[in-house]
Nanobody, 114 residues
Framework: EVHLVESGGGLVQAGGSVRLSCAAS????????IGWFRQAPGKEREGVSC????????FTVDSVKGRFTISSDNSKNTVYLQMDNLKPEDTAVYYC???????WGQGTQVTVSS
């Protein structure tokens, strides 16, 4: 059975940092593209960043560019989202998704207090 499991969320003060992890089980990330999305209360889910594990290319939306960094450790079958200089508007449930299988993780809550 295949799974994506996010971890690393929590409560952090504005200006702080959090690193989210997305671990895959049951399949290998090596040739896949993985994305991070977030959904704030009352808002639609939006894409944040993605990485192509085959060539290492990445994309990050302008609203978080320079503050969020996506990376991958294929030996651990894990994709990370390093989030720095967090703002209250970053508060959301963060999800990872594998674009090949359309598999979603269960999400992890990040709450940024002002």
């Amino acid at each position: 059975e295949v799974h994506l499991v996010e971890s690393g969320g929590g409560l952090v003060q504005a200006g702080g940092s959090v690193r989210l992890s997305c671990a895959a089980s049951g399949f290998s990330f090596d040739d896949y593209s993985i994305g991070w999305f977030r959904q704030a209360p009352g808002k639609e889910r939006e894409g944040v960043s993605c990485i192509n594990n085959k060539d290492g290319s990445t994309f990050t939306v302008d609203s978080v560019k320079g503050r969020f960094t996506i990376s991958s450790d294929n030996s651990k079958n894990t994709v990370y989202l390093q989030m720095d200089n967090l703002k209250p508007e970053d508060t959301a449930v963060y999800y990872c998704k594998d674009f090949t299988t359309n598999l979603w993780g269960q999400g992890t809550q990040v709450t940024v207090s002002s």
